[in-house]
């Protein structure tokens, strides 16, 4: 079995044909028709059905698809990590986050990245903690910031807490007589709610379910930008992580009542391959970065750093 090979037949599963997956690897069609083959013969099973002109993956080609992509992407890795070693002048680093990370927590660590390794690639996947996990366990990402607990059971994940941080409720409305608001203030008022699968939605929801009752949703199927968009031009309240208001100073976040509503903040890579040379210093700039915050007192309002020791 080849590297070649997998990489002709992932182009031809993606592409569900052969003479687009032939331009794509810019192959002859017959040459790459030849390896994929071979590929069947070594296997002893064929990959694809091709009924009518119709290309479709077989039960032993779904079976092989992410494995292949596994294969390569590691691949991809162990040959950047081998540029790397030339004193991280040069590489890449691929990190996936959710959207209210990259909103409030990666523009600053990044720039501190930037201006120590200026000859390292980056690349952002944003995304949900679900297709994030799914993106690290195929090899697509390196290192992900991640909100815990995984919705996975996945065993293949290294996590490592790094932040907890208080959920607050964003409004833009006059200032609260108490301190402190409570979830059942969300049973009269309009709020606005992420989309469905976000993990922010999830947790609003239980909370009020659990209070006897379901929100009132004004607007719904936003992502953090949106969401805040809407609050503030006055169309509902959200339950939103502390850290996004910095920034704001249209929106107010007032806390919930102990013991309100929380997350934590995780770093994640996969267990069964170390991450590479960008990586792990991407991580010590991170974790370098939240230290300094912490003592110095910038943090955000409801932020609290769960590692005790700044990076070596």
């Known amino acids: 079995m080849q590297l070649q090979q997998l990489a002709y037949f992932v182009a031809v599963a993606e ?3 052969f003479t687009q997956a032939a331009e794509r690897m810019r192959v002859a069609q017959p040459s790459l028709s030849k390896q994929i083959k071979a590929l069947e013969q070594e296997l002893g099973a064929p990959l694809f059905s091709r009924a ?108 490592e807490e790094i932040l907890r941080e208080n959920l607050v409720v964003a409004d833009t409305g006059p200032a609260p007589r108490r301190p402190y608001a409570r979830i059942e203030d969300l049973r009269d008022r309009p709020v606005v709610m992420f989309r469905r699968g976000y993990d922010l939605r999830e947790a609003t929801l239980q909370a009020c379910r659990q209070a006897g009752f379901e929100p009132r949703f004004s607007v719904e199927g936003g992502e953090m930008d949106a969401v805040l968009r809407f609050v503030e031009a006055g169309l509902g309240i959200a339950v939103v992580p ?43 700039t991170l974790l370098g970065h939240l230290h300094t915050a912490a003592a110095t007192g910038t943090l955000p309002p409801g932020v609290d750093l769960l590692t005790r020791n700044p990076p070596a």
Not at 133 to 155: C, E, K, N, Y
Not at 260 to 280: S, T
């Open 15 to 17: 592409s569900r044909h």
């Open 52 to 159: 009518r002109g119709n290309i479709a993956l077989t039960p032993a080609g779904e079976a092989l698809l992410p494995l292949a992509r596994r294969i390569l992407a590691d691949t991809e890795t162990a040959r950047r990590e081998v540029q790397e070693l030339a004193g991280l002048r040069r590489g890449r680093l691929r990190l996936g986050a959710t959207p209210s990370l990259c909103a409030g927590l990666l523009a600053d660590a990044l720039a501190d990245y930037r201006r120590d390794y200026p000859g390292i690639e980056i690349l952002v996947e944003e995304g949900g903690s679900r297709d994030l996990v799914r993106d690290l366990a195929r090899g697509q990402l390196d290192l992900a910031l991640l909100i815990m607990p995984l919705h996975s059971t996945d065993p293949a994940l290294v996590t």
């Open 242 to 284: 502390s850290m996004v208001l910095d920034g704001r100073p249209r929106l107010r976040g007032t806390p919930l009542a102990p013991p309100g509503l929380e997350r934590r903040i995780a770093l994640a890579h996969r267990k069964d391959v170390e991450p590479p040379h960008a990586a792990r210093a991407f991580r010590a």
